[in-house]
């Protein structure tokens, strides 16, 4: 069930990104679509990618890479296969995310931007879910959790790691 | 007779294990053969209730919450279905709830009590009159009534919406733009993602009618990506709006023209800043523009835009359907109308609470919030987000005012309250402000840019005690560039909230409260 929001992660090829490209090229101020779409259908932006908006869109690949390096959401590597973005914004902290955060990182073996040997994980920091009320929050793909705490977080990963291996 | 039970559908009730609380009552309710029906409501905004599980009995809607997924089952033994009000987590009739009752909801009347996508359940609680009523008159009495209604802006620099509207009107016809700021990056802040997720239908109906005042065909909605139930129930909305009419070509048979568009922001704080958010509309880095020109002249693509907050959007419906007098009659000095506060971080009660402009921080945080979660007292508030000072307990009792605020260095803002427990360490936060300026900073302007970084190197040094004090002097140096040198607020408010920390927190800047916390200095 949690694997709904599992983000995803389809082989691309040439003509598939162009493809995409092609679907939102039209679209006024279309390169963060473009690059959204990208990211949603094949889990990343691909190096592949940046000659092809290019070309299309008639702007250069320094800028191109640019608006993706500026941007904390796009990432020019594969992922894991769950993504997990730890809140570390003060409301957060108020409530102890800074443990959270800790425990996470050594329960996980990873720093921020980092993905676990066996590819289960990726760990990413952010700047507010707007579950202020209730957090520690995480987001687990695009499932959100409230009032984490490291034995909720552990439970958590133990069914993300399960689900999967059902999957199989 | 069909049994009506609600289980909220909003990103805070989800976090929280909704979605399994709306499935157990379901086969609960299949397997005693009952006639039930589950409602994917809104959240009332009573957080700390959440899943706040309702049901329809003669006498109105009861509650019960919070509801653990594994209480289901001993809920429904005690009665669920049929209103009984035994188990512990009965809360009775929903409308009789202290937290709620004490509220002046303007803008939120309908949040929780509807499905957020049905077209008829906002039609029944008077959505739509407002644009209605816009679509009877001329532009220019759109603009008026919101300026008789006093609405400032709920994004932050709470500028005045009808003077802003005036401004792009009075531009010379052709292809002018609405962008609704929903890029909600401050930390403490839920109340646009509860409009957007709750009762979208009004941001529909708050943009149109910004349409039809100032020209406009053509509305965007900025929304930050780190917010995916709010994105998913928008696109829906604006399919099933334009089916019915409200929305796209000839609204209502009117003749005018209005497109909705949702675009995703991709994680960057900065682009809540409306010039660095139209630069990323654009398809660029979301650099801050220098100003002017104002956006109401050159904005998107060159055009005359209104760039709204999203509350500031979804007051307008109420302001055409009641009158702006009506809004104008709420508030205290300049500050009209009510203020969607939200109560976050260290609090027993935290949720969402509309009040007209006036009332105090002490009674928000204490009569509604019931104090910290930890039970620990109070040490300090932020308010107003990221870029707000920490407001010490002497600062707690000013009326909730813009130009109070201001004058005693504190932000309104966009109406988040971050409480603190006398366990949170002061320097900690000081640095975080600095740290968080180095990660969002667009990179435009070197006092914010540089600024940042040299202020957690400084705050640092102070805290494992190198030359502290020359290293005091040199962050008060340091943040009086960075407010006086910055192109925008982010470089020139970040030192808000380090500043309040060595004013009225000196003791947790220095070296032996860093030993004796056991914190680690770096
Ligand atoms: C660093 C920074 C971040 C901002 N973030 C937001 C935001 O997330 N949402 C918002 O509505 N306004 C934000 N603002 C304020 C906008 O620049 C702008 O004033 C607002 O969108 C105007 O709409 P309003 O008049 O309805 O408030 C931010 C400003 C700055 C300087
Ligand atoms: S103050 Fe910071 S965010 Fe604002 S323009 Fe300068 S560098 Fe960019
Ligand atoms: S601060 Fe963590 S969800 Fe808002």
Redesign the pocket.
Known sequence: MSNASAPATGAWTPALIQEVIDAHKALPGAMLPILHAIQDRFGYIPDAAIPLISETLSCTRADIHGIITFYHHFRTQPVGRNVIHV?R????QAVGSRQLEAHIKKTLNVDYHQTTLDHEFTLEPVY?????AC?P?IRVNDDIHGRVTPTRFEELADELTTAVVEVK | MTTTVYVPCDTTAHSLGADKVASLLERAARERSLDVTIKRNGSRGLFWLEPLVEVDTPEGRVAYGPVDPSEVASLVEAGLFDGAQTHERALGLTEEIEYLKKQQRLTFSRIGITDPLSIEDYETYRGFNGLKSAIARDSQSIVDEVKTSGLRGRGGAAFPTGIKWQTVHDEAPGQKYIVCNADEGD??TFADRLVMECDPYLLIEGMTIAGLAVGADQGYIYLRSEYPIAHRILNEAIVRATDAGYLGMNILDSGRNFHLEVRLGAGAYICGEETSLLESLEGRRGLVRAKPPLPAIEGLFGRPTVVNNVLSLAAIPYILDHGGQAYADYGMGRSRGTIAMQLAGNVKRGGLVELAFGTTLSDLMNDFGGGTLSGRPLKAVQVGGPLGAYLPESQWNNPIDYEGFAAFGGVVGHGGVVMFDDSVDMGDQARFAMEFCTVESCGKCTPCRIGAVRGVEVIDRIRAGENAEKNLTLLGELCETMVDGSLCAMGGMTPFPVQSVMTHFPEDLTPQYAKEAGGTPC
């Open positions: 809140c914004a003060e409301a957060c507010c879910l707007g579950n202020c957090g929050s | 930390s403490g």
